[in-house]
T-cell receptor, first 115, second 113 residues
Framework: GAGVSQSPSNKVTEKGKDVELRCDPI?????LYWYRQSLGQGLEFLIY????????KSGLPSDRFSAERTGGSVSTLTIQRTQQEDSAVYLC?????????????FGPGTRLTVT | DAKTTQPPSMDCAEGRAANLPCNHS???????VYWYRQIHSQGPQYIIH???NNETNEMASLIITEDRKSSTLILPHATLRDTAVYYC??????????????FGSGTQLTVLP
């Protein structure tokens, strides 16, 4: 079946502009995660959704970052007033999170470059 | 979650089995062993997971020792496309709570032609 998709695949934006990143999870997956990964670095957790609610926003680096999920499906991550340090690959993952199935399936990521 | 220890790098000849070890001596009874990999410039990819029994799927086999203190991921016929960093993670299943992934250093597997 279809995997996790993300759009756009690449985004170049000027410092100070707002950007929206989109994630379409695997159908039926209740859990959705946003991470970011800077060049050569590990995964940095940003936010977790269970259904439409976000019980864990602890990873959001500042109040410029926000995310929402609607209909238990599509999620958008918004970064306001982008800064150069926001440049990274933003990864979305979904998980069935039921029974013994807690594995996460990742999308291809959105490469964000802030100039 | 319990800590894991993996060798930093391994080589494997193309077509041969790749056996990647992981130590998790502090694993608790309700923690699962998960394996992911990350091919250069791609997002992480789930491979397999298990609790105490050996598991097999279309990608790999997972062998967990009886005391559950270590495990081995087996890629039965490695190809050049299996070159990646492989991560072993232990994690419990907690309904409704975030189970965000934290990757350690992993094992860089290089499949040689």
């Amino acid at each position: 079946g279809a995997g996790v998709s993300q759009s756009p695949s690449n985004k170049v934006t000027e410092k100070g502009k707002d950007v929206e990143l989109r994630c379409d999870p695997i159908s039926g997956h209740t859990a959705l995660y946003w991470y970011r990964q800077s060049l050569g670095q590990g995964l940095e957790f940003l936010i977790y959704f269970q259904g439409n609610s976000a019980p864990d926003k602890s990873g959001l680096p500042s109040d410029r970052f926000s995310a929402e999920r609607t209909g238990g499906s599509v999620s958008t991550l918004t970064i306001q007033r982008t800064q150069q340090e926001d440049s990274a690959v933003y990864l979305c993952a979904s998980s069935p999170q039921v029974g013994v199935s807690y594995e996460q399936y990742f999308g291809p990521g959105t490469r964000l470059t802030v100039t | 979650d319990a800590k894991t220890t993996q060798p930093p790098s391994m080589d494997c000849a193309e077509g041969r089995a790749a056996n990647l070890p992981c130590n998790h001596s502090t694993i608790s009874g309700n923690e699962y062993v998960y394996w992911y990999r990350q091919i250069h410039s791609q997002g992480p990819q789930y491979i397999i997971h298990g609790l105490k029994n050996n598991e097999t799927n279309e990608m790999a086999s997972l062998i967990i020792t009886e005391d559950r203190k270590s495990s081995t991921l087996i890629l039965p016929h490695a190809t050049l496309r299996d070159t990646a960093v492989y991560y072993c993670i232990v994690s419990s299943h907690s309904s409704g709570s975030a189970r965000q992934l934290t990757f350690g250093s992993g094992t860089q597997l290089t499949v040689l032609p």
